[in-house]
């Protein structure tokens, strides 16, 4: 239910709202959200503030803008963007339970094409860059800084790929997943384990073995869903049929 904001942070706060009622489907495509009159009052907000809200959930790809026809809800799913994902995440346990399987099933795919390029193009340069997260990964002393220390291994990885929408994709989805990762941070595989992995695809990387990188980053990344699944006790959350690297 839509109840009164508060004064600061007017306009996304509005946007917080609606956009959860529109995410969690209690606003259908296709659906006009209330008139400003109405909606201005419902939520105890100037009208100034609100038009401000329906611009950004706009830019969100959420709903559509038009003079005489009000303002009408998009199907996200054909109109969104990759930074939706931060918010459909809050929503896995209601009404977008696939979201994460989805997020970790596109990680392994995304990991293994990045590891393979940076191996083709990078080499000893590439290992270079990874090396300081592998060690950080090896002093770290806590779940959460191993998982923080994993991700930005392959983060340094997709730099290495030489592919700038790569990298602009991973620095979105990098800030999209900061406050998830304490929970992420427990799907990991054991501390051995993800340093042992750090190691080996280094090692791969600097070959320049293109094909033996993007396998043991494949290997990896499918362990890690296949342990959400297990820990969350989520069958349905089992990584689908997916082509080997």
Same mark, same amino acid.
């Given at each position: 239910?839509?109840k009164?904001?508060?004064?600061q ?8 709202q609606?956009?959860?009622l529109?995410?969690t ?6 659906d006009?959200?209330?008139p400003e009159?109405?909606?201005s ?15 950004k959930l ?20 054909e109109?969104g963007?990759?930074e ?21 099933e596109?990680?392994r ?5 990045? *590891?393979?390029l &940076? /191996?083709y193009? $990078? @080499?000893?340069?590439?290992? !270079?860059?990874l ?6 990964a090896?002093?770290a ?15 340094a ?19 999209g997943?900061?406050?998830f ?13 993800v ?7 280094i090692?791969?990387v600097?070959a320049?073995?293109a094909e ?7 290997e990896?990344?499918?362990?890690? *869903?296949?342990? &959400? /699944?297990r820990? $969350? @006790?989520?069958?349905?959350? !089992?990584?689908?049929?997916?082509p080997?690297?």
């Open positions: 239910m839509l009164p904001v508060e004064k942070r007017v306009a996304e706060e509005i946007v917080e609606l956009r959860s529109i995410l489907g209690q606003y259908a495509p296709g006009k959200l209330p009159r109405e909606l009052k419902r939520l105890g907000v100037n009208r100034a503030s609100l038009r401000e809200a329906h611009k706009e830019h969100l790809g959420l709903v559509r803008i038009r003079q005489g026809d009000g303002t009408r809800v998009q199907n996200f799913m109109t963007g990759i939706l994902v931060q918010h459909l995440l809050p929503l896995a346990s209601g009404s977008h339970p696939e979201i994460i399987r989805d997020l970790l596109f990680r795919l995304f990991g293994r094409e990045v *590891a393979r &940076a /191996a193009r $990078g @080499g000893k340069d590439a290992a !270079a860059k090396r300081p997260m592998a060690d950080r090896e002093r002393a806590s779940a959460l800084d191993l998982f923080e220390a994993d991700f930005e291994l392959y983060v990885l997709t730099q290495a790929s030489g592919n700038q929408v790569m990298v602009l994709l991973i620095n979105t989805v990098r800030e997943l900061r406050s990762t304490p929970l992420l941070s427990n799907l990991a595989a054991s501390p051995d384990g340093r042992k992995h750090h190691r080996e695809l090692a791969a600097e320049k073995n033996l990188a993007a396998r043991l980053a494949d990896y990344l499918k362990g890690g *869903a296949e342990l &959400a /699944a820990l $969350g @006790g989520r069958p349905e959350l !089992a990584p689908l049929p997916m080997g690297a």
